[in-house]
C-alpha cells in the first residue's frame, strides 16, 4: 500500500527555474527518501533525510521534512532540461520503503 | 559493484505460459525486494526478503505469482500461467538493512499477449 503522496501530480517548468514538490505521508516514520526515475529506467536514490532531520542538501537538491505536519519537499533549484522525470517520495514501514505516486517533472529547454 | 542485475530486460509470451524473471542484488545486501510498475497502479511492492528468507508477501497478487530467494546472490520471481494483466515493468531493489536506500536494477519490461 502506498504512504506518501505527491504533489503536484505533474509540473512543467522552465530550464533555469526553480522546481518543488511535496510529499504528505500518513505515519510516523524513521526516515524518507527521494527517488527519480527517468522514463523506461530503474528508480535512482537521490537522498535521504531522518526523522530528527529538518533540511539537507546535496547538489541542487535540497529537502525539507516537517514530522509535524508529515510532509517534505524536494526543491530542485536552477533546473536543467536532464532534470526531467518523475520523483518520488519514500517512507520506510518496519523493514521495507513505501513509495508514492510520484511527480512528474517536465524542464523545457 | 555491477549494481542490482535483471534479466531478462525484455520479455514478450503468450497467455497461459510460464515467466521466470531473474535478479542478481547488490553483494552484501541483506534486503531484496521485487516491485511492479504500471501507469493504473503505479510502483507495488510484491514481495521482500531478508536475509534470503521472505518476511512480506502480501502484495503478490495472486497464487499464480511466486518468489523465492535460494542465496544471497540471487532471486526469482515466477508468474505460472500468466495473463495479459500481468503486463508490466518489473523492478528487484536491494538494499543494506530494512527501510535503507534502495538500489534498483533496471527492470523487466513483460509484456503478455
Known amino acids: 500500500s502506498q504512504q506518501g503522496e505527491e504533489d503536484p501530480q505533474a509540473l512543467s517548468i522552465q530550464e533555469g527555474e526553480n522546481a518543488t514538490m511535496n510529499c504528505s505521508y500518513k505515519t510516523s516514520i524513521n526516515n524518507l527518501q527521494w527517488y527519480r526515475q527517468n522514463s523506461g529506467r530503474g528508480l535512482v536514490h537521490l537522498i535521504l533525510i531522518r526523522s530528527n532531520e529538518r533540511e539537507k542538501h546535496s547538489g541542487r537538491l535540497r529537502v525539507t521534512l516537517d514530522t509535524s505536519k508529515k510532509s517534505s519537499s524536494l526543491l530542485i533549484t536552477a533546473s536543467r532540461a536532464a532534470d526531467t522525470a518523475s520523483y518520488f517520495c519514500a517512507t520506510d514501514a518496519r523493514h521495507d520503503m513505501r513509495f508514492g505516486a510520484g511527480t512528474r517533472l517536465t524542464v523545457k529547454p | 559493484d555491477a549494481g542490482v542485475i535483471q534479466s531478462p530486460r525484455h520479455e514478450v509470451t503468450e497467455m497461459g505460459q510460464e515467466v521466470t524473471l531473474r535478479c542478481k542484488p547488490i553483494s552484501g545486501h541483506d534486503y531484496l525486494f521485487w516491485y511492479r510498475q504500471t501507469m493504473m497502479r503505479g510502483l507495488e511492492l510484491l514481495i521482500y526478503?531478508?536475509?534470503?528468507?521472505?518476511?512480506?508477501d502480501s502484495g503478490m497478487p495472486e497464487d499464480r505469482f511466486s518468489a523465492k530467494m535460494p542465496n544471497a546472490s540471487f532471486s526469482t520471481l515466477k508468474i505460472q500461467p500468466s495473463e495479459p494483466r500481468d503486463s508490466a515493468v518489473y523492478f528487484c531493489?536491494?538494499?543494506?538493512?530494512?527501510?535503507?536506500?534502495?538500489?534498483f536494477g533496471p527492470g523487466t519490461r513483460l509484456l503478455v499477449l
Open positions: 531493489a536491494s538494499s543494506l538493512g530494512g527501510g535503507e536506500t534502495q538500489y
Open positions: 526478503f531478508n536475509n534470503n528468507v521472505p518476511i512480506d
